[in-house]
């Protein structure tokens, strides 16, 4: 069961959200790295915190899944 939960007046239009993930794309990040990168870039628009929770494959069938979560910058 996903969720939302309206505790701030910002809100991400889908459209702008998935270009904003496409930048990531090509990029060698590790899943550890990118999980608090993305969280904290968008509880900043937000001005929320947001969890972000980020599953990445590798090669070898080993699955990776981080949880982050980003607070807005003061």
Known sequence: ?????????????????KLYLRTFDGRGIFAEHLAPLIA???????EVPVTVRLT??????????????GRAAA
Do not use: K, N, P, Y
């Open 56 to 69: 990445q494959q590798v090669r070898g069938g080993i699955t990776t899944t981080v949880t982050a979560t």
């Open 1 to 17: 069961d996903r969720h939302l939960v309206r505790t701030s007046h910002q809100l991400l239009e889908t459209r702008s959200l």
């Open 40 to 46: 904290g870039h968008l509880a900043d628009a937000v």
